[in-house]
């Protein structure tokens, strides 16, 4: 190979247009990572949770709107609501689909202790469960009462902290 004909160029050393755009390419690539402006996995993963907040905080607001609204066993709403029915609807509405009953909503999403609820986590009460509702935050949540045949907001202490059975992160 004789000299002009190094790398394509007829002038020595000097590198073709495609070979320097590799070369800056990587260079660029190498300060960006190590000044950590490109997403790995746990930026990925925190860039989730607000948008699963989002969500939570979402249907929170939705079942929150349907205060007052009346309780029919079975209903789905927007007019009346039974327990996992609000639930559904106010989850829908924020755009994430959940399943029809308590039963079948106690399986989803992960389990959350007690002390770690969350606005939006569902919680459940009674053995089955046969009871669910939406955490709203300082110790209160929103639910469609059989008792009371209405939606509304109810402290979890004292009737509810003893029949409570579980809580689930669904968003």
Not at 68 to 85: F, I, L, N, V
Not at 116 to 134: A, C, E, K, M, Q
Request: proline fraction near 5%; include cysteine; glycine fraction near 10%.
């Amino acid at each position: 190979m004789t000299e002009s004909m190094e790398y394509g160029s007829p002038e020595r050393g000097k590198r073709p247009p495609s070979m320097t755009r590799a070369v800056l390419t990587l260079s660029s690539l190498a300060v960006i990572a190590a000044f950590g402006l490109i997403a790995g996995p746990a930026a990925r993963a925190e860039e989730r949770l607000p948008q699963a907040a989002g969500i939570a905080a979402e249907a929170v607001e939705h079942a929150k709107s349907q205060v007052g609204k009346p309780y029919t066993y079975g209903a789905e709403g927007p007019g009346a609501y039974d327990c996992s029915g609000l639930v559904q609807w106010a989850y829908k509405k924020a755009g994430k689909n959940l399943s029809r009953t308590t039963y079948t909503q106690f399986k989803e999403g992960s389990s959350v202790a007690r002390d770690n609820l969350r606005p939006g986590d569902l919680v459940f009460f009674y053995s089955g469960p046969t009871h669910v509702g939406i955490y709203i935050g300082d110790g209160q949540m929103v639910h469609a009462s059989s008792s009371k045949d209405r939606v509304m907001i109810v402290s979890l202490s004292d009737y509810y902290d003893r029949h409570f059975t579980g809580a689930r992160r669904v968003a």
